[in-house]
């Protein structure tokens, strides 16, 4: 096999928090609670590694779920 070959997904490493995709109407329900506009949401890289391997475009907002004592949750905007 050659090494070009192998991929690693780094969705599955036990360090990287869970990203779950949300839909257009979550995404609108986030937006109105908060009241705020897509813009105003923190962003997170289109070539993070996780957002790669999701296959992510721009403008897609992500929940992260990180569990260390307890959980947090963010929102992030696909730039």
Known sequence: MVAAEKKFDSTKHILVPKHIILSEEETQKLLSRYN??????????ANDPA?????????????????????????RLVD
């Open 51 to 75: 957002i790669k391997a999701m296959e992510l475009q721009r403008g897609v907002v992500v929940k992260v779920e990180r569990s260390d004592a307890h959980k947090t949750t963010y929102y």
């Open 36 to 45: 705020i506009s897509k813009v105003q949401l923190p962003i997170i890289a």
